[in-house]
């Protein structure tokens, strides 16, 4: 079955535009996360959704945000863009029950200039 | 709070020889802990879990783990590596609350393989 795609595979913005990324996860999974790669930070959570809903959320300022479609696809958004920024970003979706291990997608990388 | 370290930032070792990477957790409650792979440019590859039972769990591509809770460790091992297994590795604790969660990253060790 396809794994979790993330489009667009790279994206280049200006300084204090915005950014919508998309995420689509493996069929039948219902909970879908993102995450922010970076060289100093290091991988880190940006949230979480199920069902539509945001159940759980990182340390990250409100210019970050996202949301969940019924058909469990998400897309997160980053408003007035700054250099930091830039980063990879990954989605990731798992199935619910005892199985909490998360699918990732091959990332978007956001290179802020 | 919660945190995952991983001690060696880079490693190098040669090809046939054999590897262990290092993981050390901090975690209240009974871990899930996880080995996911990423090469250059890409998104993370899951090696193998650990939920409970067996504390040596077997994953993809000869690696295992060995969950030692009296330690707080989940070092990953390999026999033999290969030039294809270069690439940068993460151990990760599943935080989880109820139904919802997200992982918790250590910094990641860097695999370099000489011929």
């Known amino acids: 079955k396809a794994g979790v795609t993330q489009t667009p595979r790279y994206l280049i913005k200006t300084r204090g535009q915005q950014v919508t990324l998309s995420c689509s996860p493996i069929s039948g999974h219902r909970s879908v996360s993102w995450y922010q790669q970076t060289p100093g930070q290091g991988l880190q959570f940006l949230f979480e959704y199920f069902s539509e809903t945001q159940r759980n959320k990182g340390n990250f300022p409100g210019r970050f945000s996202g949301r969940q479609f019924s058909n469990s696809r998400s897309e997160m958004n980053v408003s007035t863009l700054e250099l930091g920024d830039s980063a990879l970003y990954l989605c990731a979706s798992r199935t619910q029950g005892a199985d909490y291990g998360y699918t990732f997608g091959s990332g978007t990388r956001l290179t802020v200039v | 709070a919660q945190s995952v370290t991983q001690p060696d930032i880079h490693i190098t070792v040669s090809e046939g020889a054999s590897l262990e990477l290092r993981c050390n957790y901090s975690?209240?409650?009974?871990?899930?802990l996880f080995w996911y792979v990423q090469s250059p440019g890409q998104g993370l590859q899951l090696l193998l879990k650990y939920f409970s039972g067996d504390t040596l769990v077997q994953g993809i591509k000869g690696f295992e783990a060995e969950f030692k809770r009296s330690q707080s460790s989940f070092n990953l091992r390999k026999p033999s590596v290969h030039w294809s297994d270069a690439a940068e590795y993460f151990c990760?604790?599943?935080?989880?609350?109820?139904?919802?969660?997200?992982?918790?990253f250590g910094k990641g060790t860097k695999l370099s393989v000489k011929p």
């Open positions: 975690y209240g409650a009974t871990p899930y």
């Open positions: 990760a604790v599943g935080a989880y609350g109820g139904s919802q969660g997200n992982l918790i």
